[in-house]
């Protein structure tokens, strides 16, 4: 009898293993979002048993694997969604897009703030180098903000390097400390408190971008899909953005 209910406890632990690995929802998306939503994956998965698994970063580390399992597509900003969707046809379902949660724009600088960088026209000061990311959610940031006080030309002229994703501009903040200044988004500051403090901008240069999700078209989990995107808009997820510095 004994070794009866050993087989079926065995029998069990397998089934519910399997389980796990063939039924697991596969999140993809950028790094801006990433540690909110990995935060989100794991809450949503103590509440409903099951398991999220959220990969992010620049594209071209995720798409390959995204084209065979996604069940979830999140981007760093509405266009950047939009750009998915145009360059990869029939991976995202239009129809399930929803807006999540917003986030502002600021000025990092190097703790303890050396250069005393305050205002944005502190960044066309002779001396000051300005790190650019020209793409990943961040497209034509600075450029929005710099315009509305015509200083689009003195920063433009500080901007040392330009990036082309977030990955490679957190690398060069964290090697290179002739980085004085990085307009980006202040939720970075929550991955990056050792390096980085917040100077804010006034609310006449405040500049937001959206955090856009849908399902993918071929999911598999559609049923389970849904309440994870269910969870992120719920207030126990809008709670965990928040953490990462979102409104």
Request: aromatic share 10%.
């Amino acid at each position: 009898m004994k070794k009866y209910l050993l087989i079926i406890f065995l029998i069990g632990l397998i089934s519910r293993a399997a389980f796990a690995q063939t039924d697991t929802l596969h999140v993809y998306g950028p790094g801006g979002p990433l540690s909110a939503m990995q935060d989100c994956a794991k809450a949503f998965t103590a509440k409903t048993g099951i398991p999220v698994k959220v990969m992010g970063g620049p594209e071209p580390k995720w798409l390959t694997q995204a084209q065979q399992n996604a069940d979830v597509i999140y981007g760093g900003a509405e266009y950047m969604l939009t750009q998915f969707i145009q360059a990869h046809p029939g991976m995202v379902d239009a129809g399930t897009r929803v807006e999540l949660y917003k986030r502002i724009a600021a000025i990092l600088v190097r703790p303890g703030n050396p250069k005393h960088i305050a205002t944005l026209k502190d960044l066309t000061k002779p001396g000051i180098h300005v790190l650019d990311v020209n793409g990943a959610g961040q497209f034509g940031l600075w450029e929005d903000i710099a315009g509305k006080e015509e200083l689009i030309s003195g920063i433009q002229r500080n901007i040392a390097v330009s990036f082309a994703n977030t990955a490679l501009g957190i690398d060069a903040w964290k090697k290179d400390n002739r980085y004085d200044a990085w307009i980006t988004y202040a939720s970075w500051h929550q991955n990056l408190k050792e390096i980085t403090q917040i100077v804010e901008l006034p609310i006449s240069l405040r500049l937001y971008r959206g955090t856009p999700v849908a399902l993918a078209t071929n999911s598999k989990h559609g049923t389970q899909a849904k309440q994870f995107v269910q969870f992120l808009q719920s207030p126990a997820g809008h709670t965990i953005f928040e953490k990462w510095g979102w409104e």
